[in-house]
């Protein structure tokens, strides 16, 4: 069974300031991984989906890195703002038996950006 | 655009009451999702259907049925609701790519549905 560990939980920065959140997955065999935000009581925004032979994916501020092999992801924000203030979560399609894009969850990366 | 769409935004219920939530998708994806939220638990899959008239059970199904009988609709019902069942739903769809079905592009969310039952 696949598990999803989001590291930090929680991270507070002031406007500006480049940053990283972590994930790793413990089965390496996925098809792709993606990574949402949320912003409290709304529902999950895609943000950026890499496919399992990819290495990295760019939208704007936000750079998503994956290493599959390490069973590791990497979402960089630059120039944060108080905007980017919301949940991430990263979801790995696991491989495992007949998939049909199940995802699995972290349990996310509460960020606050203080102006 | 990507479009999501639940029936309710929030909803209260009595135990013992049959709930139908609806999850309605304008992208014409094969696949369909109902997830819960729950605080320290995260997102978990209660059921997903690949096809019309197909479904599958996701880690807590117990409590729940779906129904798909078009493609662009998924339903989740409560035969018997409880207060366990109190959260939020969240429905998703996604289309299917890769060889023999297998692999998935984006997956898109609707707003959810959070549900109190009493």
């Known amino acids: 069974k696949q598990e999803v560990t989001q590291i930090p939980a929680a991270l507070s920065v002031p406007e500006g300031e480049n940053l990283v959140l972590n994930c790793s997955f413990t089965?390496?065999?996925?098809?792709?991984l993606q990574w949402f935000r949320q912003d409290p009581g709304k529902g999950l925004t895609s943000l950026l989906l890499?496919?399992?032979?990819?290495r990295e994916q760019t939208s704007g501020r936000l750079n998503a890195s994956l290493d599959k092999s390490s069973g590791r992801s990497t979402l960089y924000i630059a120039a944060s703002q108080p905007g980017d203030s919301a949940t991430y979560l990263c979801?790995?399609?696991?491989?495992?038996?007949?998939?049909?894009?199940?995802?699995?969850f972290g349990q996310g990366t509460i960020l606050t950006v203080h102006p | 655009d990507v479009k999501v769409t639940q029936s309710s935004r929030y909803l209260v219920k009595r135990t013992g009451e049959k709930v139908f939530l609806e999850c309605v998708q304008d992208?014409?994806?094969?696949?369909m999702f109902w997830y819960r939220q729950d605080p320290g638990l995260g997102l978990r899959l209660i059921y997903f259907?690949?096809?019309?008239?197909?479904?599958e059970k996701g880690d807590i199904p117990e409590g729940y049925s779906v129904s798909r009988e078009k493609k662009e609709r998924f339903s989740l019902i409560l035969e018997s609701a409880s207060t366990n069942q109190t959260s939020m739903y969240l429905c998703?769809?996604?289309?299917?790519?890769?060889?023999?079905?297998?692999?998935?592009?984006?997956?898109?969310f609707g707003p959810g549905t959070r549900l109190t039952v009493l």
């Open positions: 998703a769809s996604s289309s299917t790519s890769g060889l023999g079905g297998l692999g998935y592009n984006e997956q898109f």
């Open positions: 089965d390496s065999a996925i098809y792709n």
């Open positions: 259907s690949y096809d019309v008239k197909m479904k």
């Open positions: 890499i496919q399992s032979s990819q």
């Open positions: 979801a790995p399609d696991w491989a495992g038996g007949t998939s049909y894009g199940k995802l699995t």
């Open positions: 992208m014409d994806h094969e696949n």
